[in-house]
Structure formats: structure tokens, C-alpha cells
């Protein structure tokens, strides 16, 4: 479903991804987009219903994968604990936004897209990460500490290791993922991102974290479709676990 | 013709000393000003980054001052006039000035320490006595608030330091409470449960930190529940209607009733003659 739409004149084309209902009706030279769902009430920019567009015949429409437009808190079901020096790996399953986008690709600035909308396919409830004062806000997320994924459409795959570099025990109750830095690849009809590796250097001390470059991930054969939101380097240096104990302060 | 140019060139301009002076001061003034403006970017550009709008301003007030006040001396003295007689009789003059507008100095004096105590900038939504809106700008002497009614209001420094002041914007999060009344007879549990539930059906509540819910008191009119939620500081409006809207829905559907205070006209009372 991913990828430039082709219309006849007139033609009326419907997806539906989880909780989000897109119909698009291309008639005399416009287009009608029709958007509802869970996901998009109370999205901010986001009108549900009807919505007319008048697109430059030359344009086209593209339909693109995104990551969440937020990062994301991990709450793995059950706390996990990481013994010092080993390290975990799981494949995380998110819920995958949904761009419409009528610039191609050669006339995009960066990561720009200038989507037409942009929306989740599951509501995600948002959540703060961190103190009152310099924390950040993200979307919460339970996810089921899995070592192979199930196939759903609306999801998308993090390949994550947690690594344990520290000398004391880690209690892995919440992880902050930034998935706007992710690009999204396509292997066989699954979506997944970079590999993401996650250092705990210590309760006081900033996490390392670590994308797998996008050389690497084409290397396995994953064919990139969409990329990252925000642009970051291989390595970032920023809080990444909280636990229980942080939130009672 | 001839007799007047030889006029002209036998005015000697060493006999017009004045003339030399004051195109100098002139000369001066016009490269002092440049130099000044030029100096100001340089140190804005080098020093400036990261600093927040108002230090960046005052920073730039401060240079533009210092250097216009030490340019003045440098034309002064330039066009021959003597600075210490000047200093002098500005000393005269300046005391009476003080004292006339010990005022306008308390404000100056007020501001600064405004300025370094850092409890809002530009930008920050505030509330002072009665009115509430946007600092539009922290000058010398007073701080200009944007009401959200679109009224400018201008508060003295010297009054803003000495009454409270709270600025609602300073962090991210802000927290809302709900206060409901429900008759006594309904259980407790059903009415945490129905706030929960309200809380959650919000998408601008955020799950963590989570809404606290809490029984206050048994009142005349019922059992009184208090439910805060958090929320990001610019979700204000959206937040506390969807969350009246939804626990109205919430409470609704589960048949919970939220008691107001009531006035009930009752016609045809008895009445009775004095």
C-alpha cells in the first residue's frame, strides 16, 4: 500500500490501518480525502471528515510510513532486570504514522516532507518522561519483551539492545526511544528501523545511544522507504531509563 | 572676479580655529558612531548566543550607553570644550535631576534586580494583582503585560518587585483540579473509578505523571472528590473542557449523579400574616 497513488478519473481508493480510516475519491481533477477513527481525535492539525484538496495534476500523492512524531516511553509489561555486564535484545513493535504526501521526493528539502496530513494509526496517550522541569514529553507505550515479532500491518519493528555497562543490576522499567531518528526500511512485507543500542552507564549517568547506520541496515537487504523525521548523528549522549522511584520525587 | 578669488585665498583657516575643531568633533561623532554600532554586533555576535532575549537586550542597552556616554566626552573634548568644567556642572545639574525623579531611579534600580532574579521573560504568561497575560517586555522602568482581552498594561517596576507575582508558564507541566459532589449514598470506589476512566478517555492527560483522586470531605451536600490531572502548560483551554466533558459522559453513563448547589422557587407557599 506504500508508495506513489495512481488514480483513474474518477476513482475512489480505501485503507484502513488498525484504527484509521483514510479514503481518498479522485474526481475531475481534485481530490476529496476522507480521514476518521480513533487515532486522529483531538490530533492537533488534524480535521476529521471531509477534506477537499486541489493538487497539482503533476504532483501525484505518495503514501508514506512514518515513525510516532513523538518519542516513545517503553514500559516493558513486567520490569526487566539486566545483569552488569550483559545485555538484552528485543524487537519492539510500534504503532506506524501515516503520511500523505503530494512533493516528490527529488523537490523535498532534507527531511521535510510537507505532508498533507500526518497521523497515527493507533491514539497513543502522552506521557512525560523525566523531572517537571527538564523532562520531555512522549507518547507511552507497553510493549511485550519479544525476541521475534508478529506481523500487523500499522506496526513497525525496533530492532533494541540494551546493554548493561555499569556494575550495578538494571531494573529496566521505563526507556525513552527516539524514534524520530529512525528511518524506516522495508524487509520482506515487514517494516523495521535501524538497530538501536541503548548503553546504561549508571542511575546518575546519561545513557549512550546508538543507530545503526543507515550503510549497515542496507546492507541486510532492507530497502529504506521513509526517512528519519529529525536528523541526528550515530551517536547521542541523553537520559534514557527512569524508574519508579524518579516519578515519586 | 579676480579681486574676490584672492579673497577667498587669503582667508587663513589656522585663524578659524573653532571651524577645525568642531569638524573634528564632527569627524569624531561620525566614525565614533560607526565604530560604536560595529563594536556592539562584534560582541552581541560573539557573546550573545544562548543568552536569553531580555540579557541579550539589556546586554545591548548596556553598550550602546556606556559608548554613547563615552563618545559624547570623546566629541566634547575634540571641539575644545573642557569636560571637567562640564562634570562639574553635570554633577550640579544631576543631583537636581536625582531628586527629581527619585522615582524613575527606584524603577531602574527595581528592574535590575528583576532582571537578575530571572523569574519570568518575554514570553511567559503571568498573573500581577488582578490581571493575567503575556510579559510583552521587560524595559528600565517598567514590564509591559499583553492581557489575553488584548490590553497592554504597563506595571512599574518598583511596584512589581514589591507584590507577588506568579508565573503560570515556568514549567512544562501544569496540573488542573476537579472538585465533584456526588450524594453520599453512592460508593466511593464507583466514583474513583468513574473519574479514572474520565481522566483517561482525555487525550492531553498525560499518563505520568498519573492523575491523583481523592476523597476531601462529607459535606451537606454530599461527598466531595477531588480529581488533578496533568497536562502540557499550552493544552490549558482543551484540557479543562474535554475533561469536563468527560466526566459528565463518564458519570452519566454509569447513572452517578454530580450534585450543584440548587435553588428551588416553590409557588403557592403558605403564608402566613404577622
Known amino acids: 500500500m506504500w508508495g506513489p497513488l495512481s488514480f483513474e478519473d474518477p476513482e475512489e481508493v480505501a485503507f484502513t490501518l488498525s484504527d484509521l480510516e483514510i479514503r481518498i475519491v479522485y474526481r475531475d481533477g481534485s481530490y476529496r480525502i476522507h480521514l476518521d477513527g480513533g487515532p486522529i481525535k483531538n490530533q492537533a492539525g488534524v480535521l476529521p471528515g471531509w477534506n477537499e484538496m486541489h493538487i497539482a495534476q503533476s504532483a501525484g500523492l505518495t503514501l508514506e510510513p512514518a515513525t510516532p512524531?513523538?518519542?516513545?516511553?517503553?514500559?516493558?509489561?513486567?520490569?526487566?532486570?539486566?545483569?552488569?555486564?550483559?545485555?538484552?535484545?528485543?524487537?519492539?513493535?510500534?504503532?506506524?504514522?501515516?503520511?500523505?504526501?503530494?512533493?516528490?521526493?527529488?523537490?523535498?528539502?532534507?527531511?521535510?516532507?510537507?505532508?498533507?496530513?500526518?497521523?497515527?494509526?493507533?491514539?497513543?496517550?502522552?506521557?512525560?518522561?523525566?523531572?517537571?522541569?527538564?523532562?520531555?514529553i512522549g507518547y507511552s507505550w507497553k510493549f511485550l519483551p519479544r525476541s521475534k515479532e508478529r506481523y500487523q500491518r500499522h506496526l513497525f519493528t525496533v530492532p533494541l539492545t540494551i546493554r548493561n555497562s555499569s556494575q550495578s543490576v538494571l531494573w529496566?522499567?521505563?526507556?525513552?526511544?527516539?524514534?524520530?531518528?529512525?528511518?524506516?526500511?522495508?524487509?520482506?512485507?515487514?517494516?523495521?528501523?535501524?538497530?538501536?543500542?541503548?548503553?546504561?552507564?549508571?542511575?546518575?549517568?546519561?545513557?549512550?545511544?546508538?543507530?545503526?547506520?543507515?550503510?549497515?541496515?542496507?546492507?541486510?537487504?532492507?530497502?529504506?522507504?521513509?526517512?528519519?523525521?529529525?536528523?541526528?548523528?550515530?551517536?547521542?549522549?541523553?537520559?534514557?531509563?527512569?524508574?519508579?522511584?524518579?516519578?515519586?520525587? | 572676479m579676480a579681486q574676490l578669488m584672492g579673497n577667498v585665498r587669503s582667508v587663513d583657516l589656522s585663524v578659524l580655529p573653532e571651524w577645525e575643531a568642531i569638524?573634528?568633533?564632527?569627524?569624531?561623532?561620525?566614525?565614533?558612531?560607526?565604530?560604536?554600532?560595529?563594536?556592539?554586533?562584534?560582541?552581541?555576535?560573539?557573546?550573545?548566543?544562548?543568552?536569553?532575549?531580555?540579557?541579550?537586550?539589556?546586554?545591548?542597552?548596556?553598550?550602546?550607553?556606556?559608548?554613547?556616554?563615552?563618545?559624547?566626552?570623546?566629541?566634547?573634548?575634540?571641539?575644545?570644550?573642557?569636560?571637567?568644567?562640564?562634570?562639574?556642572?553635570?554633577?550640579?545639574?544631576?543631583?537636581?535631576?536625582?531628586?527629581?525623579?527619585?522615582?524613575?531611579?527606584?524603577?531602574?534600580?527595581?528592574?535590575?534586580?528583576?532582571?537578575?532574579?530571572?523569574?519570568?521573560?518575554?514570553?511567559?504568561?503571568?498573573?500581577?494583582?488582578?490581571?493575567?497575560?503575556?510579559?510583552?517586555?521587560i524595559d528600565l522602568l517598567s514590564v509591559k503585560v499583553k492581557t489575553f482581552d488584548n490590553i497592554l498594561i504597563r506595571v512599574p517596576n518598583q511596584r512589581l518587585i514589591e507584590q507577588d507575582i506568579f508565573n503560570i508558564t515556568r514549567f512544562p507541566l501544569r496540573r488542573m483540579q476537579f472538585t465533584i459532589v456526588v450524594p453520599t449514598q453512592i460508593a466511593l470506589a464507583k466514583v474513583f473509578e468513574a473519574l479514572e476512566t474520565a481522566a483517561g478517555n482525555v487525550a492531553d492527560v498525560l499518563q505520568e505523571p498519573e492523575p491523583f483522586i481523592f476523597f476531601r470531605a462529607f459535606t451537606e451536600n454530599g461527598s466531595e472528590v477531588v480529581a488533578g490531572v496533568w497536562f502540557e502548560r499550552q493544552n490549558f483551554i482543551r484540557v479543562r473542557n474535554d475533561m469536563a466533558q468527560s466526566i459528565q459522559s463518564v458519570f452519566s453513563s454509569r447513572g452517578i449523579p454530580i450534585r450543584t448547589r440548587a435553588i428551588a422557587l416553590l409557588e403557592d407557599m403558605p403564608q402566613k400574616s404577622i
Open chain 1, 69 to 136: 512524531d513523538l518519542p516513545i516511553v517503553l514500559r516493558p509489561q513486567e520490569p526487566i532486570a539486566v545483569a552488569p555486564g550483559a545485555d538484552i535484545s528485543y524487537r519492539v513493535q510500534l504503532p506506524l504514522w501515516v503520511r500523505l504526501v503530494s512533493v516528490p521526493r527529488e523537490y523535498r528539502r532534507g527531511s521535510d516532507t510537507f505532508p498533507l496530513f500526518d497521523v497515527p494509526t493507533v491514539a497513543l496517550k502522552r506521557t512525560w518522561f523525566g523531572s517537571g522541569e527538564t523532562g520531555e
Open chain 1, 172 to 249: 529496566f522499567e521505563r526507556l525513552l526511544l527516539r524514534v524520530v531518528h529512525l528511518d524506516l526500511y522495508r524487509v520482506n512485507r515487514q517494516i523495521e528501523t535501524n538497530h538501536v543500542t541503548v548503553a546504561f552507564k549508571g542511575s546518575e549517568q546519561l545513557s549512550q545511544v546508538s543507530f545503526e547506520p543507515s550503510s549497515s541496515t542496507a546492507q541486510r537487504g532492507a530497502k529504506l522507504i521513509a526517512e528519519r523525521r529529525e536528523p541526528a548523528s550515530q551517536d547521542i549522549i541523553r537520559r534514557s531509563f527512569l524508574w519508579l522511584r524518579d516519578l515519586a520525587t
Open chain 2, 23 to 137: 569638524a573634528g568633533a564632527l569627524l569624531v561623532l561620525l566614525v565614533g558612531f560607526l565604530v560604536l554600532r560595529i563594536t556592539i554586533r562584534i560582541v552581541m555576535k560573539a557573546m550573545a548566543r544562548g543568552m536569553r532575549d531580555q540579557s541579550r537586550e539589556l546586554l545591548r542597552k548596556t553598550l550602546l550607553y556606556v559608548g554613547a556616554v563615552l563618545l559624547f566626552v570623546m566629541v566634547l573634548n575634540t571641539a575644545g570644550v573642557s569636560v571637567g568644567a562640564l562634570l562639574g556642572a553635570a554633577g550640579v545639574v544631576g543631583i537636581a535631576v536625582g531628586i527629581a525623579s527619585q522615582a524613575s531611579l527606584s524603577n531602574v534600580i527595581s528592574g535590575f534586580f528583576l532582571v537578575s532574579e530571572r523569574f519570568f521573560e518575554i514570553g511567559d504568561v503571568v498573573r500581577i494583582g488582578e490581571n493575567t497575560g503575556t510579559i510583552a517586555s
